[in-house]
C-alpha cells in the first residue's frame, strides 16, 4: 500500500500540472478549457496513450485513498478520531479524481460547475436548504484555509524526506502550491456561501468557475496566473513527495 501510495502521489501531481496548464492557458487569453479535474483528465486523454495513462491514473488514486483510510486507522489510537476524519476526507478526495479519471477514459464527461449548482439546487430544496448550502461553503472555505495554513507553517515536510541538496526546493515548492491551492478552493467556499445568501444555486461553482471568477479581481489576469504557477508547483511537489516520501 505504501508503494501504491507513492505511485498515487505522483499521479497526483501529474492531473495537477494538467490543471496548471489550463490554467495557464486561461490567464494568458489561450483557451485551454476547463480549468478543473475533468479539464486536466481531458488535456490527458488528448496525449499519446492517453486513456491508458487515465486508467494508470485512476487506479493510482483509487490505491491512494485506501491508503488513506488505512492511514486514518493506524494514527486513530494515537491522534484519536480526528486522525479517522482526515483520513476519510482525504480518501473522498482522491477517490472523486479516481471516479473523473475512470468517466473520462470511459469516453464521458464531467462538468464540475454544471454538478455544484446542480447539487446546490438540490440541496437548497431541502428544510433548511440554505443553511445548508452555506455550511457546506464554510466547510470548503476551512479546507481551503487549512492549506494555505499547512504551506506557511511548512507542515507538509514531515511527509516528504528528499535529499539534501534538494530540501530547499522541495520546501520552496510545498509552500508555494499548498497556498495555491488552498486560495483555488477557498475561492469555491466563497462560491457556495454567495449561493446561500442569494438563494440561487447558480451563483455556486466548481473549481473552473472560482479559478476563472479571479480574473474579475483587481489585476486578475496576473493574479490568476500566479495561482496557475502555484498549483503547477504542488503538482512537482506531490510527484517529489512520491519519490522521496516519508515513512513517518
Avoid: C
Wanted: glycine residues 16%; proline residues 3%.
Amino acid at each position: 500500500m505504501r508503494v501504491g501510495a507513492r505511485v498515487g502521489h505522483v499521479a497526483n501531481g501529474v492531473v495537477h500540472l494538467a490543471l496548471a496548464g489550463i490554467v495557464v492557458a486561461v490567464a494568458a487569453g489561450a483557451g485551454g478549457g476547463s480549468a478543473d479535474q475533468g479539464g486536466a483528465m481531458q488535456a490527458i486523454a488528448a496525449t499519446p496513450f492517453g486513456v491508458a495513462a487515465l486508467w494508470g491514473v485512476a487506479i493510482a488514486m483509487l490505491a491512494l485513498a485506501v491508503f488513506a483510510v488505512l492511514e486514518g486507522i493506524a494514527h486513530r489510537a494515537s491522534d484519536g478520531a480526528k486522525a479517522l476524519a482526515k483520513g476519510i476526507g482525504k480518501a473522498i478526495a482522491y477517490a472523486a479524481v479516481a471516479v473523473t479519471g475512470i468517466r473520462t477514459a470511459l469516453g464521458g464527461g464531467s462538468d464540475g460547475d454544471q454538478q455544484a449548482q446542480s447539487a446546490t439546487g438540490q440541496l437548497m430544496a431541502q428544510p433548511f436548504g440554505q443553511v445548508l448550502v452555506g455550511i457546506v461553503g464554510v466547510g470548503i472555505l476551512a479546507i481551503g484555509v487549512a492549506f494555505v495554513v499547512q504551506g506557511v507553517r511548512r507542515s507538509f515536510e514531515k511527509h516528504i524526506s528528499p535529499p539534501p541538496s534538494a530540501r530547499r526546493a522541495a520546501s520552496a515548492l510545498g509552500v508555494v502550491g499548498y497556498v495555491a491551492k488552498g486560495v483555488a478552493i477557498a475561492v469555491v467556499g466563497v462560491l457556495f456561501v454567495a449561493a446561500a445568501f442569494a438563494h440561487d444555486p447558480s451563483q455556486a461553482g466548481g473549481l473552473d468557475d472560482a479559478l476563472k471568477s479571479l480574473q474579475q479581481l483587481p489585476f486578475g489576469v496576473v493574479v490568476l496566473l500566479v495561482v496557475g504557477l502555484g498549483l503547477g508547483a504542488y503538482g512537482v511537489f506531490s510527484i517529489a513527495r512520491g519519490v522521496w516520501a516519508s515513512k513517518r
